[in-house]
């Protein structure tokens, strides 16, 4: 047993940016900061000193990076032309997200897909993430299914318009304070952040645009494992649909591998580096032994969570052919995001009879 090795690793979930508090008289020098009004006292900059580092120390070539709470696609999109060959970058909303969190106007599809579009027509971006654009604000009142869809429809237009890849969020950290956050979503059946399921009509409908499921139901959730079989059971049915596995257990990955209808060539690798969902807990004795979990007793982690070793020592329990394992490092990542390669044919691949 060690850790995972391939030939070319993608990780496609990193987030670069982290946040730091700044005094308050300070924190007007920028565009984004005045749009931060309502948190003044935050800002975001780039962690690449700390990603670089832990890339090259586990051999992991490129990184997908995502914005998420208020990360901007600027900034990914500065580090992107900065380090080309290490980063590409997922974009979303977030300016439409943070006028609709400070007060400044409501949320709304038609400004997130205009903020989408405008950067996806720069040619920085390879898909929309992280999740599917919705409203995220204090003021956010559940909707119906009928309404979520028709948002999620012009999300996926822009996809099919830009040929990029857009990612759906399934995952629920178990505690801090997205506890309370994802509370109010967790088993209510219309919200595509908690029920997967809903995918199957999107996934049927958009058949050229791949969808990730990211964590594919495992994000810092201890071990519970009914929305990863929800999961499992969207991508049986859609060529289209990938299962972003960073935060499995090696255990997980047995079903969909040997599954005729997933296979390794839709799975992805995908950790969620630099956010909150990733601290581990142990269980010995159980399985999971270790396990991505938000541990509420010991609070939130002020170091850098090292995911990336335990991820691949998770993958690297797997007796698996080199090249599948090759494919899910990082080869179906490169299909599907367009990232490109030192050579070609270092993928499995096999002549058509
Ligand atoms: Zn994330």
């Not at 490129?62 to 990914?76: D, Q, W």
């Not at 494992?225 to 090696?250: F, K, M, P």
């Not at 079903?255 to 950790?271: A, F, H, Q, S």
Request: aromatic share 10%; net charge negative; with cysteine.
């Amino acid at each position: 047993m060690g850790l995972a090795r391939g030939r070319f690793v993608v990780d496609t979930h990193v987030h670069g940016q982290r946040h730091a508090f700044k005094l308050k008289e300070r924190a007007v020098d920028s565009e984004f900061n005045e749009l931060v009004d309502g948190m003044p006292h935050v800002e975001v900059y780039s962690n690449e000193g700390r990603l670089l580092y832990d890339m090259d120390r586990y051999q992991v070539d490129v990184v997908v990076l995502l914005p998420a709470f208020a990360m901007t696609n600027e900034l990914n999109a500065k580090m992107v032309k900065e380090h080309p060959e290490r980063f590409c970058a997922m974009c979303s909303d977030v300016k439409t997200q943070i006028r609709a969190k400070n007060g400044v106007e409501p949320w709304d599809i038609k400004n997130a897909v205009k903020e989408l579009d405008d950067a996806l027509a720069t040619g920085c971006f390879v898909g929309i993430g992280e999740g599917m654009p919705r409203d995220n604000s204090p003021k956010y009142k559940r909707i119906s299914w009928d309404e979520r869809h028709d948002q999620i429809c012009q999300i996926m237009e822009l996809a099919k318009k830009y040929k990029v890849a857009v990612t759906w969020h399934c995952g629920f950290p178990a505690g801090y304070a997205g506890g309370s956050d994802m509370a109010r979503m967790q088993g209510h059946q219309e919200e595509d952040w908690s029920n997967p399921l809903l995918a199957h009509e999107i996934a049927a409908d958009y058949p050229d645009v791949p969808i990730i499921l990211e964590h594919a139901g495992i994000e810092g959730s201890g071990y519970r494992t009914d929305v990863y079989e929800q999961c499992l059971t969207v991508a049986r049915s859609h060529h289209n649909i990938y299962l972003e596995t960073g935060q499995w257990w090696a255990e997980l990955y047995a079903k969909p591998l040997i599954d005729p209808n997933i296979g390794c060539e839709r799975l992805v690798w995908g950790t969620d580096w630099g956010a909150a969902s990733s601290p581990q807990s142990w269980m010995p004795g159980q399985v999971p032994e270790t396990f991505c979990n938000q541990d509420i007793n010991a609070g939130l982690p002020a170091h850098q969570i090292d995911i990336f070793g335990w991820s691949l020592r998770e993958l690297g329990k797997l007796n698996i052919p080199q090249d599948d394992l090759n494919l899910i490092l990082g080869g179906n990542a490169c299909r599907m995001l367009g990232i490109k390669t030192p050579f070609t044919r270092m993928f499995k691949e096999y002549i058509k009879k």
